[in-house]
């Protein structure tokens, strides 16, 4: 934990060092839980800008079906839906390609901790936009003094929360 980072106040997780000095995470292990719990024809998986690339390119990847990105603002070439939103230090823009994929499509989105729900809730809203399918929203972790769980109960089918550490 790294507190006061990226501005006083709040409380920095920084994922990827559990995982690599421990190894919970593999693609198997990963791959094996999202098929326990999705049961619906999946069309593509979109990851959230920037951890939830890695893990949605694994999960697309054991799915077979593509992955898509969902970016921060002027990353994107082309045409894109883009949604603003607040986070706990500030708020920021994300967007997605309208070409990505054909309305209607299936998707999973996918990030790696969902805290205040912020950046999930807005990555929703633009796959709404694009007339998109959300099946579930899947993160490794949540952090839930948050609550941010509760803000996507309202707005997907499935939420997947693979929790692989306790964020207390």
Not at 6 to 20: E, H, R, V, Y
Not at 38 to 51: C, H, P
Not at 66 to 77: N, T
Not at 86 to 112: C, F, M, P, R, W
């Amino acid at each position: 934990m790294y507190p006061d980072f990226p501005k006083a106040g709040i409380n920095f997780l920084l994922i990827f060092s559990p995982f690599l000095k421990i190894r919970l995470l593999s693609m198997t292990k990963l791959g094996n839980a999202s098929r326990r719990t999705v049961r619906y024809t999946i069309d593509a998986i979109i990851g959230l800008e920037s951890r939830g690339f890695i893990f949605g390119i694994l999960l697309s990847t054991l799915f077979k079906v593509p992955f898509v990105p969902i970016r921060k603002a002027g990353k994107l070439p082309g045409e894109c839906i883009k949604g603003s939103y607040n986070l706990e230090y500030g708020s920021a823009t994300l967007e997605i390609q309208k070409s990505a994929l054909k309305a209607g499509s299936h998707v999973v989105l996918i990030d790696d901790v969902l805290a205040i729900g912020g950046t999930m809730s807005a990555a929703v809203k633009l796959c709404k936009a694009a007339s998109l399918n959300i099946l579930g929203a899947g993160m490794l972790l949540e952090v839930a003094d948050c609550n941010g769980g509760e803000r996507l109960d309202e707005l997907v089918l499935l939420k997947v929360v693979f929790t692989l550490l306790s964020a207390k």
